[in-house]
Nanobody, 121 residues
Framework: QVQLVESGGGFVQPGGSLRLSCAAS????????MVWYRQAPGKQRELVAS???????NYADSVKGRFSISRDSARNTMYLQMDSLKPEDTAVYYC???????????????WGQGTQVTVSS
């Protein structure tokens, strides 16, 4: 089996910072793209940032210049450094990854359970 586990969420005041982590574990052969999504109450899930296996990053316009995505491929772990946080960044943040399991013929898409980020004064 494969698991994605997020950590690092919490409560922070506007202007503050948080660093999220997403660790993939299990019978993994390789990890392709990794993605952070978020979902605020009453809103659709939206893509926040993605990073390819080669390290190419893309960001939603709403977080450009404030968030930074990175990965440690040796540890199958992805990070999201969030700076200058705003109340509108409040959401549950989910990680997503394309993973090829050992002995599998094709990649599958996996989701973490989510971690709450709350930005409020």
């Amino acid at each position: 089996q494969v698991q994605l586990v997020e950590s690092g969420g919490g409560f922070v005041q506007p202007g503050g910072s948080l660093r999220l982590s997403c660790a993939a574990s299990g019978s993994i052969f390789s990890v392709n793209a990794m993605v952070w999504y978020r979902q605020a109450p009453g809103k659709q899930r939206e893509l926040v940032a993605s990073i390819s296996s080669g390290g190419r990053a893309n960001y939603a316009d709403s977080v450009k210049g404030r968030f930074s995505i990175s990965r440690d491929s040796a540890r199958n772990t992805m990070y999201l450094q969030m700076d200058s946080l705003k109340p509108e960044d409040t959401a549950v943040y989910y990680c997503n990854a394309e993973i090829l399991r050992l002995s599998a013929l094709r990649m599958n898409n996996y989701w973490g359970q989510g971690t709450q980020v709350t930005v409020s004064s």
